[in-house]
Structures are given as C-alpha cells and as structure tokens.
C-alpha cells in the first residue's frame, strides 16, 4: 500500500479562506503511477491543499475510512478497482457534507464521459494534465463545496428554527386545549330543566376554542333569561371575550349579571332586554374598550305565561318553532355590540304556547357554505328545521350538526356553530 500526507505552506492555505474554508481543505490524489502522483500532490502542496496520496482504489477507500474528503483527484485507468469504480463507491459512503470528484482520463468518447457522470464524476481532466486547468477546476469545485456547506448551515438553522417553532406550537396547542375545556365549562349544563320549560344547548366551535356562546339564568321563579352571542372573529381573543360575557350573563354569580337588577320588593329583578343591549353597549365602548363587537340575541321568557320579550343586536334573526311544524321569524335586525355610541336596540314581544319552541342561533348555520361556496342561508336553515320539527330539542339540535355537515360536503364548518332552543311546556 503507498499512503501519504504532504501538507501545504501557511501562506499558501490563506488562500482557500476565500471560498469559505477557514482550514487546510484535505484532498485524495489517486493514481497508480507514482511520479504522475507526485506531481500533483506537490502542486496541489503549493496551492495550500492538505494532500494524501493512494496508489489504488483500494488504498483510497481505506484512506477515506480515516479521512472524510471533501475533494478528490483520481485516475481512471488503474489496475484491480478502477477510478469509475472508486467514485461509485466514494459516492455511496455517508458523510456528512458533500464529495467533490475529478476523474483523469484520456477518454474523450462522450459514452464513457456519461457512464463518469452517471456514477457521480463531477468533473473530468484530459490528461496529461494541464496544470492551469487543475487549478480551475479545483476553485470551482470548492465554490461548489462553499455554497454546499453554507447551505447545510442555512437547513440546520431552519431545521433549529422549526423545532423551536414545533415547541412553541405544543405549547400553544395545550394551553388552547386546556382553554377549551374552560370555555366547555362555561355552559356546562347542555340540558337544563326549570320546570315549565328546558333549555337545550349546541356549541361546536370551528376552532380550539371559538367565539360563540349560548346559555340561560333564573330572573325569579317565573322568568328566564335566554342568550345567544357570537363575538367577531376567532382564537384566543374572541374566546377570552366569551368567558367575560358569560361572567355577565350567568346565573350562578347574579350580582355581576348585567341583566339584572334589585326590584322595589328588594327582590331579583331584571332589565328589559332592549336596556341589556344598551348596557352591554355602554360596558364595550365605555368600560373594555376593546377593538372587537359582538352581536347577540337575547331573550326573557316567563314560563308561567309563554310570554317573551326579546332584542335582536346584528345576530340571526330569532324562530319560534310552533307545535305543529311552523317555523316563524322575529325580531328587526339592531346594530352590534360595541361599534356605535349611544346605540338603541328595538324589542320584539311575542307569546309561546306548550309544546312551542324558541330558537336562537349564530350566522354559523344559515352562513355554512357548501364545497361550491353557496351559503346555506336563512332559507335553508328553516327548511331544516320544519324538516327536524318531530325531533326532541336535543336530537333536533344533533341533526342540525349532521345536515350541516352533509351541506358541507364533509368539510370543516369554517365558523363556529352555536343555538339554544328553549322547549316551553306551561304549568
């Protein structure tokens, strides 16, 4: 086996900083004539390259097996493992970066040049060698090998950067889940019976966690109040402005609900619902400041009578499913929450008879598109509901999911799906 090291000048390896080596660049010469090997390896020497000569093939797999090369020099024609050989197998050994390899020929039939190319040649000299050319060469392969490693750092940057991100996401994506289930817990009660009528709830955010909300709250023994909010956009945000207004329209902490008041008995009394928009209103644009709004459709129901009141501010117009399958629209429209100053809110009286139902819903059903991009709208929305009319409140509210759904096309609803249906007995 002839194996050996030449190293170059100090003066002359300041030279391969230019194209990005701040080292000595190791290069295998392999060549079976030894003065033809020597030539070069004290060129090579002169031009600042650390040089290790091989005699064969074999020598040099060996050599690589200390060494990881950067670039190569070897002759084509050599006895036992030729040079088309040896790059094939150079080419197939791991490492790290990338393998830079010139073959010596004196070949020149354009099918043996593409048989190097096919093995991985990168580069070809006619020999005898010219050494002008060599340096060439060389300079361009390690142009090649500069911008081969500068983009490896650039990918295990990137590769740091998405793993850091990929920690982020997690950690983002259990404090969302631990936000949904606080949000689930805001509505805990999907189904809630006061005696003269039930409450049945849907919430289905298009997200983690979304910016609808549904519930009811005792006034006194007689009366309800009914709501159902959809606060503008998605995440985080519109989630955290949920779980404050469900904090100001709950039941279990009445002396922070902004519907109600203390009556003239010194007894539990309640605000028309057109003044709990107006307070709601006030509260948003006085009080939060916020850059958000939200439009929702309240409602108090007296459960002794059937007689409601409600107010609608930018939300779907309320329905009131009759007994008998019919399927009427209330309320006039109004102005959302939180976007104009000193806004009034129109009330809408009506009457329920037993077995009559009251819906609130968001724009997420009557707005659900189909994979067309065609709207469900309020339309097809009634349509449903007649259809769903034999249904209890809480299988009629599953298979509102389920037509949707089949609108849809299958596809995720792109907002959140919310409706409260109040079931009214009498006594």
């Not at 005898?128 to 500069?146: D, M, N, Q, Y």
């Not at 805990?188 to 549904?214: A, E, I, N």
């Not at 955290?240 to 009556?263: E, F």
């Not at 939060?288 to 002794?304: G, H, K, P, R, S």
Request: charged residues 25%; contains cysteine.
């Amino acid at each position: 086996m002839v194996l050996s090291v030449t190293e170059g000048s100090a003066a002359s390896v300041g030279a391969q900083t230019g194209a990005g080596f701040s080292r000595p660049l190791p290069v295998l010469v392999v060549d079976d004539s030894t003065a033809q090997r020597r030539v070069l390896a004290l060129q090579l020497q002169r031009w600042g390259y650390r040089v290790v000569e091989a005699a064969s093939g074999e020598d040099a797999l060996r050599a690589c097996q200390a060494t990881d090369f950067e670039m190569v020099v070897s002759d084509w024609m050599m006895p036992g493992m030729t040079g088309l050989e040896f790059c094939r197998k150079f080419k197939s050994l791991p490492r790290d970066g990338y393998g830079y390899f010139i073959l010596l020929t004196s070949k020149s039939e354009k099918a043996e040049v593409a048989d190097g190319l096919e093995v991985g040649a990168d580069d070809f000299l006619s020999k005898p060698v010219s050494l002008t050319e060599l340096r060439a060469r060389l300079r361009a392969g390690e142009r090649i090998l500069g911008m081969q490693r500068e983009l490896v750092q650039k990918n295990r940057l990137i590769g740091t950067t998405l793993d850091e991100l990929q920690k982020l996401y997690d950690s983002l994506d259990r404090d969302l889940i631990e936000a949904r289930k606080l949000q689930d817990g805001l509505m805990r009660d999907r189904f809630r019976d006061y005696g003269g009528g039930t409450v049945s709830l849907l919430l289905k955010p298009s997200g983690h966690v979304g910016g609808d909300l549904v519930g009811s709250f005792a006034i006194d023994d007689q009366r309800l109040g009914l709501f159902s909010v959809d606060v503008s956009g998605h995440g985080v945000a519109s989630a955290m402005m949920t779980a404050r207004l469900a904090g100001l329209l709950s039941g279990g902490s009445p002396d922070q609900n902004i519907a109600l008041k203390t009556g003239a008995d010194g007894g539990r009394d309640a605000y028309p619902p057109a003044v709990v928009a107006e307070r709601l209103n006030r509260l948003m644009l006085e009080d939060l400041q916020v850059d958000q709004y939200f439009t929702i459709a309240y409602a108090e129901v007296n459960i002794a009578t059937g007689a409601f009141a409600l107010t609608q501010a930018g939300h779907p117009h309320p329905m009131v499913l009759r007994k008998g399958g019919k399927v009427e629209m209330l309320g006039e429209g109004g102005l959302p929450i939180g976007l104009i100053d000193g806004a009034i809110y129109a009330q809408t009286l009506g009457e329920l008879r037993p077995g009559d139902r009251l819906i609130l819903a968001s724009d997420g059903m009557s707005e659900c598109p189909d994979p067309a991009g065609n709207e469900l709208g309020s339309d097809g929305l009634l349509a449903l509901l007649a259809l769903n009319s034999g249904l209890s409140s809480a299988d009629l509210l599953q298979a509102l999911v389920w037509d949707l759904s089949r609108h849809a096309g299958g596809h995720e609803f792109p907002d959140d799906v919310s409706a409260l249906i109040f079931d009214y007995r009498g006594e």
